[in-house]
């Protein structure tokens, strides 16, 4: 940057000079267009792709693309957004100037008609446009910005094409009631009962504790470096730990109809506890992910936005896709091999039993623990026969009912650990019925569902389906 | 991966357009297209961090060796995990050290005219990465940093970077704060094995790296494996590139293309066959249900394809 009389005016790598106050102006009006589209965008962010236009060349649409790629994106979902906003920017410069000429090329007046303001003005008329529109590319953007838009563009990722199971699949949306205080009471006493207590992991950093088993060298030499050497006092350290991390999936399709709002309430409520980091997703004929949406404080306008992002709410169920859709996409995303999984699913399923057990027994050892509920489980004489219940079985750590807040009350003790010793594996009491006819399940040996059966769970008595180890 | 080769490495400000990053990195060997030229040539100019994220293998890593190289400066890397702390990653004190001092001093009768300041200097200090990243070398040239798979690091350790990566300085309570003549470059990556934090990412420039296209994936594969014949590795990119479209739990990276490419050749193979492929699949894919899917039926329909297609 060369020195010129007017310090606003900056040299292009070309050569040719450019107003800076017309930079800035392009670049803050740039960014409201990206905000308005639904990326997170700060006034910082704007006055570097100011910066950076200065060292680009400006006629080169790939490489201001790409500038103002690095310095506007933040993740990889946002490049869409991003492309999208920035192709039209572009063609409106193209359209008012019709040499396609560099921006110095462009009238102030047009560029930024307040700029007598000065720096810092409002944005040009392109990101008026752009703006008012609420469309961008003929794609409708919320006009609100902020939260709602990022999470649809986070949702838009991972939705299947729309029209993949058309005529299968029973599309229905469903007009989310409130909660009945009744409802609502019961959800909040879970957090009650929960909070406190989740089961923890070591992790891998260490704090000083006078009871701890390990040595502390490194205090150590620091707390006897008075006595030179002579070791008076001794120190020990002990792993921290923390919280396990818990990812909920949620089957919401038309058979869990009745139930899923109670446990979505539930989910709300884990979410909304500081202490654990909770991911939660539904699915029916597919997976969508629903942690920010449920993070709203005002829930029943949450459980709303859930009934409004995913489609195929109360539709058909296909466990096995819906797993492997979350086993390939956001299992190392979220778990880490750390957490534990809570499956809420009655076990209808449409799709490949074959599948449902192949990709649970991935997701299981993915996984530190993997819970099933399952609303019917509490009927007596149940047993786990439907084709996606029976094939997942042999893969489960805890089997519990659910539908009933006695039963919740049951799961919280298993996410604290207390009774991890009396719990069992799914797949240690059970024999094998039909191992021949599945690959995929060897890890595990399989159980007749009869034996299952035998051990009876009743609603009063909510206990884990499992004979002793 | 073969020796950087003994290209010259270019003064610092002789990167000064994206172009020249490009031929620069080029004569390394390393090929990269013109987006992440330019978020390189950006992060440079405007003395930013660059986090790249992207599928494992798809040359992260490689980029912060070949920007040293280039750069002509040292390479620092911080392989970042859970409980990675301060005392890994910024300093700590030499103890033993310190002990033996403090022996030599009583035993030349000193120890009692010895002041703190005489075991706590700067000689008694391990500098670990991000502090040894805050020196620049004999050439007043500025290293770059690469803070390798940020993900792997807990939230607390996030936290202290941010601290680092605005101000470059680092305060040693019994030195006091030492600061950076000349911020490092700074490269970090992640894996997205989980999010990093917004905090972080608003103060670096951010960029995906895909995975390339198969011609620029093949000038890749002539230019890290320059012995293989042409035939061949058009054939591994190609198959390569078939297995990244197939429904894979994990699908290859540049580094398994590279690898497989390596293989081959020194099985003395000059073209890919069905039963080559079979055999030295585990190269390219490292899930045995990946393996079990590709190997024999399909391996040879993309041969047929390949053979048929191009």
Same mark, same amino acid.
Request: charged share 30%; aromatic share 6%.
């Given at each position: 940057?060369?020195?010129?009389?007017?310090?606003?005016?900056?040299?292009?790598?070309?050569?040719?000079e450019?107003d800076?106050?017309?930079?800035?102006?392009?670049?803050?009006?740039?960014g409201?267009?990206?905000?308005?589209?639904?990326l997170s965008?700060?006034?910082?962010?704007?006055?570097?792709?100011?910066?950076?236009?200065t060292l680009?060349e400006?006629?080169?649409?790939?490489?201001?693309?790409?500038?103002?790629?690095?310095?506007?994106?933040?993740?990889r979902?946002?490049?869409?957004?991003?492309?999208?906003?920035?192709e039209?920017w572009?063609?409106?410069?193209?359209?008012?100037?019709?040499?396609?000429g560099?921006?110095?090329?462009?009238?102030?007046?047009?560029?930024?008609?307040?700029?007598?303001?000065?720096?810092g003005?409002?944005?040009?008329?392109?990101g008026r446009?752009?703006?008012?529109?609420?469309?961008?590319d003929?794609?409708?953007?919320?006009?609100s910005?902020?939260?709602?838009?990022?999470?649809?563009?986070d949702i838009?990722g991972?939705?299947?094409?729309?029209d993949?199971?058309?005529?299968?699949?029973?599309?229905?949306?469903?007009?989310?009631?409130?909660?009945?205080?009744?409802?609502?009471?019961?959800?909040?006493?879970?957090?009650?009962?929960?909070?406190?207590?989740?089961?923890?992991?070591?992790?891998?950093?260490?704090e000083?504790?006078?009871?701890?088993?390990?040595?502390?060298?490194?205090?150590?030499?620091?707390?006897n470096?008075?006595?030179g050497g002579?070791?008076?006092?001794?120190?020990?350290?002990?792993?921290?730990?923390?919280?396990?991390?818990?990812v909920?999936i949620?089957?919401?399709?038309?058979?869990?109809e009745?139930?899923?709002r109670?446990l979505?309430?539930?989910?709300?409520?884990?979410?909304?506890s500081?202490?654990?980091?909770?991911?939660?997703?539904?699915?029916?004929?597919?997976?969508?992910r629903?942690t920010r949406?449920?993070?709203?404080?005002?829930?029943?306008?949450?459980?709303?936005?859930?009934?409004?992002?995913?489609?195929d709410?109360?539709?058909?169920?296909?466990?096995?896709?819906?797993f492997?859709?979350?086993n390939?996409?956001?299992?190392?995303?979220?778990?880490r091999?750390?957490?534990?999984?809570?499956?809420v699913?009655?076990?209808?399923?449409?799709?490949?039993?074959?599948?449902?057990?192949?990709?649970?027994?991935?997701?299981?050892?993915?996984?530190?623990?993997?819970?099933?509920?399952?609303?019917?489980?509490?009927?007596?004489?149940?047993?786990?026969?439907?084709?996606?219940?029976?094939?997942?079985?042999?893969?489960?750590?805890?089997?519990?009912?659910?539908?009933t807040?006695?039963?919740?009350e049951?799961?919280?003790?298993i996410?604290?650990?207390?009774?991890s010793?009396?719990?069992r594996?799914g797949g240690e009491?059970?024999a094998?019925?039909?191992?021949?006819?599945?690959?995929?399940?060897?890890i595990r040996?399989l159980?007749p569902?009869?034996?299952?059966?035998?051990?009876?769970?009743?609603?009063?008595?909510?206990?884990?389906?499992?004979?002793?180890r | 991966?073969?020796?950087?080769?003994?290209?010259?490495p270019?003064?610092?400000?002789?990167?000064? #357009? /994206?172009?020249?990053?490009?031929?620069?990195?080029?004569?390394r060997?390393?090929?990269c297209?013109r987006?992440?030229?330019?978020?390189?040539?950006?992060?440079l100019?405007?003395?930013?961090?660059?986090?790249?994220?992207?599928?494992?293998?798809?040359?992260?890593?490689e980029?912060?060796?070949?920007?040293?190289?280039?750069?002509?400066?040292?390479?620092?890397?911080?392989?970042?995990?859970?409980?990675?702390?301060?005392?890994?990653?910024v300093?700590?004190?030499n103890?033993p050290?310190?002990?033996l001092?403090?022996?030599?001093?009583?035993?030349?009768g000193?120890?009692t #005219?010895?002041?703190?300041?005489? /075991?706590?200097g700067?000689?008694?200090? /391990?500098r &670990?990465?991000?502090?040894?990243?805050?020196?620049?070398?004999?050439?007043?040239?500025?290293?770059?940093?690469?803070?390798?798979?940020?993900?792997?690091?807990?939230?607390e350790?996030?936290?202290?970077?941010?601290?680092?990566? #605005?101000?470059?300085?680092?305060?040693?309570?019994?030195?006091?704060?030492?600061?950076?003549? &000349?911020?490092?470059?700074?490269i970090?990556?992640?894996?997205?094995?989980?999010?990093?934090?917004?905090?972080?990412?608003?103060?670096?420039?951010?960029?995906?790296?895909?995975?390339?296209?198969?011609q620029k994936?093949?000038e890749?594969?002539?230019?890290?494996v320059?012995?293989?014949p042409?035939?061949?590795?058009r054939?591994?990119?190609?198959?390569v590139? &078939?297995?990244?479209?197939?429904?894979?739990?994990?699908?290859?990276? /540049?580094?398994?293309?590279?690898?497989?490419?390596?293989?081959?050749?020194?099985?003395?193979?000059?073209?890919?066959?069905?039963?080559?492929?079979?055999?030295?699949?585990g190269?390219v894919?490292?899930?045995?249900?990946?393996?079990r899917?590709?190997?024999?039926?399909?391996?040879r329909?993309?041969?047929?394809?390949?053979?048929?297609?191009?």
């Amino acid at each position: 940057m060369t020195a010129s009389p007017d310090p606003a005016i900056v040299r292009s790598p070309s050569g040719g000079e450019v107003d800076g106050r017309l930079l800035l102006a392009e670049a803050v009006g740039f960014g409201r267009a990206l905000r308005s589209a639904g990326l997170s965008i700060d006034l910082a962010a704007a006055v570097d792709y100011a910066r950076a236009l200065t060292l680009v060349e400006l006629g080169e649409r790939d490489t201001v693309r790409a500038a103002g790629s690095a310095v506007f994106v933040r993740r990889r979902d946002d490049r869409e957004v991003y492309d999208r906003v920035f192709e039209r920017w572009w063609r409106q410069r193209g359209r008012r100037l019709p040499n396609d000429g560099p921006l110095t090329a462009i009238q102030p007046d047009e560029m930024a008609p307040d700029d007598g303001d000065g720096i810092g003005a409002e944005e040009g008329e392109e990101g008026r446009e752009a703006v008012d529109g609420g469309m961008v590319d003929g794609i409708p953007m919320p006009l609100s910005g902020g939260d709602e838009s990022i999470d649809e563009a986070d949702i838009d990722g991972h939705i299947a094409a729309p029209d993949a199971y058309s005529a299968a699949e029973a599309l229905r949306r469903r007009e989310f009631d409130r909660m009945t205080a009744a409802e609502l009471r019961d959800a909040e006493r879970l957090v009650d009962l929960l909070e406190p207590r989740l089961e923890l992991r070591r992790t891998r950093r260490q704090e000083l504790h006078r009871h701890g088993r390990l040595l502390a060298p490194r205090a150590m030499f620091r707390r006897n470096i008075a006595t030179g050497g002579q070791f008076t006092e001794w120190v020990w350290r002990r792993p921290v730990k923390a919280p396990r991390k818990i990812v909920v999936i949620c089957d919401i399709s038309g058979s869990m109809e009745r139930h899923a709002r109670l446990l979505l309430r539930f989910i709300q409520a884990l979410s909304a506890s500081s202490a654990v980091k909770t991911e939660s997703f539904v699915f029916g004929t597919r997976l969508t992910r629903v942690t920010r949406l449920l993070r709203d404080r005002d829930r029943d306008r949450a459980l709303a936005r859930v009934a409004e992002s995913v489609n195929d709410w109360a539709g058909g169920t296909r466990i096995g896709e819906s797993f492997r859709d979350f086993n390939l996409h956001w299992a190392r995303r979220t778990l880490r091999s750390s957490g534990v999984v809570i499956v809420v699913s009655d076990g209808w399923d449409r799709g490949d039993p074959a599948l449902v057990a192949t990709e649970t027994a991935r997701l299981r050892r993915n996984c530190h623990r993997l819970v099933w509920l399952n609303p019917l489980a509490g009927t007596p004489g149940y047993e786990p026969l439907a084709g996606g219940m029976r094939a997942a079985f042999p893969y489960i750590d805890d089997f519990l009912p659910a539908g009933t807040v006695a039963s919740l009350e049951r799961l919280g003790e298993i996410l604290s650990g207390v009774r991890s010793s009396d719990l069992r594996r799914g797949g240690e009491a059970a024999a094998s019925a039909d191992a021949g006819a599945r690959a995929g399940a060897t890890i595990r040996e399989l159980a007749p569902p009869a034996a299952i059966g035998a051990d009876r769970v009743s609603p009063t008595d909510a206990r884990p389906l499992r004979t002793p180890r | 991966m073969p020796d950087p080769t003994p290209a010259q490495p270019v003064a610092a400000d002789a990167l000064d #357009s /994206i172009e020249s990053i490009q031929t620069s990195f080029r004569e390394r060997d390393y090929v990269c297209d013109r987006s992440l030229a330019t978020a390189t040539f950006l992060a440079l100019q405007l003395g930013r961090p660059l986090l790249l994220e992207g599928e494992a293998g798809v040359g992260k890593t490689e980029l912060a060796k070949v920007l040293a190289a280039s750069l002509g400066t040292r390479l620092i890397r911080l392989q970042c995990y859970e409980g990675l702390d301060v005392n890994a990653a910024v300093y700590e004190w030499n103890y033993p050290r310190q002990m033996l001092e403090i022996r030599l001093l009583e035993a030349r009768g000193e120890a009692t #005219s010895a002041n703190a300041h005489d /075991i706590f200097g700067p000689e008694f200090l /391990i500098r &670990r990465p991000l502090l040894q990243a805050l020196e620049s070398d004999e050439a007043g040239q500025p290293p770059v940093l690469l803070i390798d798979e940020i993900d792997r690091a807990d939230e607390e350790f996030e936290a202290y970077l941010l601290e680092i990566l #605005s101000d470059f300085q680092v305060t040693v309570p019994e030195i006091g704060t030492i600061k950076a003549d &000349r911020p490092p470059r700074v490269i970090l990556t992640s894996n997205r094995t989980r999010e990093v934090h917004d905090a972080l990412k608003r103060r670096c420039l951010y960029h995906w790296i895909d995975y390339p296209s198969a011609q620029k994936e093949l000038e890749i594969v002539s230019a890290r494996v320059p012995e293989a014949p042409e035939r061949l590795a058009r054939e591994v990119v190609d198959f390569v590139h &078939r297995l990244r479209e197939a429904d894979l739990t994990k699908v290859p990276g /540049i580094a398994e293309t590279l690898d497989w490419a390596a293989a081959l050749l020194s099985l003395g193979a000059r073209e890919l066959a069905p039963e080559l492929v079979d055999e030295t699949l585990g190269v390219v894919l490292k899930y045995e249900e990946d393996i079990r899917r590709v190997r024999g039926e399909t391996s040879r329909r993309y041969l047929a394809e390949a053979a048929a297609g191009s």
